[in-house]
Each structure stands twice: as C-alpha cells, then as structure tokens.
C-alpha cells in the first residue's frame, strides 16, 4: 500500500458523514426492526431483550454489509484509505519489537517496514490533528536514521510491501 496526501478537509467531512449515518442508521434499523418483531410476537411478560438484540445484530450486519459494498466509491475514497492505511499500520506494530531489533542488526527489510510505520503514522496523526506524540515519532525516526546511516543504505518507502512481515 502506497502512501499519499490526502484532502484533510474532505476527509474529515467524508468520515464524520459516514460516522453519523452510521450511527441513525443503527438507531433507526434496530429499533425499527425490534418494534416490528415485538409488534409481530409480542412476550406476555414483556421483556423483549431478544428481539432488541436481534434488531441490533441485524441492523449492525447490514450497515457492515453496505460499508463493504460502498467501500470503493468515490465518496468513500478517503476514509477507506485511511482505514486500509490504520490497517497496514497495525500489521507493523505487532511485530514492532522484532523489526527494531532486526534493523538494529543492519535488517533492510526492517528498516524500511519503521521508514514506512513512521511516514504512515506521521500521515495519519496530522489528519487526526494529534500531535501530542509528534515528539515520540521524531526520537524514533532519528534512531532509524541513525541506522539508516551507519549501514549505508537508502529506503524508498514506496518498496514496502507487507509480504516481508512474514520474515520477522
């Protein structure tokens, strides 16, 4: 997955869209849903905690469904290409210790799975506006240089391909 510059305004207006749509979405179809059942099979005792649950798996369902339908099209572009990026992101701090340790060792392969979590978290934390751990992410960043330094060699974070996890 290739990073790139994304339209910070047009993706935070594309996600808090999805977001509220969503959350009607879940509000309306559950209970929708769990009044049409109770309307149809009422209780005698009138607990209807079961049809609620239904209402709500089946309204959860179906906006996944739709999410995942709707996942390519253009209005989606942005906010799928963040969640991907979070995605591949994810991958890579699972196995962070082991890649720090390996390009510690002169690992390339590691060196550019940090080249590519740093640039992606660098990406998405000035999306998010959070730049609380910028400081953290520049210490790393530093000790990846150092190293990238100290054994010669020259990253392209457009290389990166998660298959190479694999290895670590």
């Known amino acids: 997955m290739q990073l790139i510059n994304v339209n910070k305004a047009r993706y ?24 049409i059942l109770i309307g149809l099979f009422p209780d005698e005792s009138g607990r209807h905690f079961h049809w609620n649950l239904l209402g709500v798996l089946v309204t959860s369902v179906s906006i996944g469904y739709l999410l995942n339908k709707y996942r390519s099209h253009e209005f989606m572009r942005e906010v799928t290409y963040v969640w991907e990026l979070k995605q591949a992101l994810n991958k890579i701090n699972r196995k962070l210790v082991k890649l720090k340790q390996a390009a510690s060792q002169g690992n390339v392969d590691a060196m550019l799975a940090l080249q590519y979590s ?32 100290q054994y010669q060699v020259t990253l392209d974070i457009e290389d990166y391909n998660e298959r190479i996890l694999k290895k670590f």
């Open 12 to 35: 935070r207006k594309h996600l808090n869209r999805v977001i509220w749509v969503c959350i009607a979405g879940l509000a309306i179809g559950s209970l929708g849903i769990s009044q």
């Open 118 to 149: 740093y640039a992606g978290s660098r990406l998405l934390w000035k999306l998010d506006d959070n730049t609380i751990v910028m400081e953290e992410l520049a210490v790393e960043q530093a000790k990846l240089d150092s190293l990238i330094a």
